[in-house]
């Protein structure tokens, strides 16, 4: 239907018919106001019959269905740099915004601010060049602009913005002040209070945090942190959404404080099977560990949780710290071959298969890991060593027969190499690499032994030639 009418409308454009195809777009606009090629095409045809505000309003529609659209800013400039001197201005600035010269914009910002008397307008360009100061990382002229918009009205997305820079500064005192002015003005907004709240009580600030707390998880995590374990129960044994991973998570820390391990370990399980992934699971396991005296599971679980905040360089500098307490501890094994695997350190991979491996030694980690370095180090024979236990241990495992036949073509042993190519394609019918495995076995045919005797031959008679010279 829309295909037919932009096309019907194109060839009345084509014929110069631009009243009658202006006619029959509009009629089309409630069916067609969403669709990004209808409005840009009635938009031109409004410009070029000269009706600018109407060609203004479509283009207007079009950035919002498309904000990125470079034409729409483009033919805007053109009209607002006659009619209005404010959007002409922050038109410009999206513009350059878009052709990423962001810096650019900050002083059409402030060409539009001062081409304007109206207050909303004034707002609206300074909370831009607010958003463009914290793009180019200008974070007090960010600061500052939000402020002036405070000047003119209470917003509580400012004030929370606000308090939420202050915090990424690590400057809490001004995030502090600043949201005691919020809630002032806004006392019923639950996510201000909420986050106020939790900003008292890092400080330490309990009784006054418990005051602007709504929800019953936040007093819950205020009065543990305070220390009062007697409230802090009442108000968790209240709670009905047990089901929600806080609840599981307070109740591990209530039992922390009461140093009940057997519970807090419980109410950790319950929380890791709720939030599997969340780094605090780890944290809290590592304290748990620490209070108990043990410095590897302390430090092991700090690389957890250093892991799952993709913090890998702690990560591993924790799990080393957990080898260090115990050599033969092979889950901070296992977790800095993951971790030099990514970063590709073939030296300390090497160091850590062969630990795992000494500890596990049907390990598939290190088997695999073994055979795949060795072989990259041309060390073939060692390769296959690793190799034909993996195969032993997972006979499955169809890498391991391609990667056994690979090494076994390499030391010219082709009859080993037929063997594990067939093996290979037997358990891995469907392989991408199926043709190219059978070009290889169609090279290794029964008269292997024969040419393997026969190239023994060719090599000694090639010794006795130079030796006969």
Known sequence: MSNAILDQAQML???????????????????????????????????????????????????????????????????????????????????????????????????????????????????????SYEHLGKTQSAIDDYYRILEYKDDMAIYYKLADMYVQMNDNFSAINILDKGTKVFPNNVELNEFFANLLMRDGQFDKALEHAVHDFSKAKIYLMKGDNESAIKVLNSIEDKKNAN???????????????????????????????????YQMLALVHEENNDDYGYHYYMGRCYSYRQNYEMALAEYLNAHRFDQNGTEAIKEIIKINETLGDNTSLMEFYEKLYRQEPDNPIALKGLGDIYANMYEFKNAIEYYEKLAKTEPNNYEAYRQLGFCYEKIKNNTQAKESYEKYLAKAPLSPDTEKIKEKLSKLDSSTTYAEANSEEGFIDKIMKFFGK
């Open 247 to 281: 609840y599981p998570a307070l109740m591990a820390e209530y039992y922390f404080n009461l140093k009940d391990w057997d519970n807090c370990r419980k109410y950790i399980s319950d929380f890791r099977e709720l939030s599997p992934e969340n780094p605090l699971v």
């Open 13 to 131: 454009i084509d014929q110069e018919q631009y009243e009658n195809a202006y006619e029959l777009l509009e009629g089309s606009y409630d069916k067609l106001k969403n669709n990004e090629e209808y409005i840009e095409k009635i938009a031109l045809t409004a410009k070029t019959l000269e009706k600018t505000e109407d060609a203004a309003k479509y283009w207007e529609e079009l950035i919002a269905l498309n904000p990125n659209s470079i034409v729409a800013y483009s033919e805007l400039l053109d009209i607002y740099n006659e009619k209005n001197k404010y959007k002409y201005y922050v038109t410009r600035a999206k513009y350059k915004i878009l052709n990423e010269k962001v810096s650019q914009s900050i002083d059409d910002y402030k060409k539009a601010i001062d081409s304007t008397d109206v207050e909303e307008e004034i707002i609206n360009a300074r909370f831009l060049r607010a958003k």
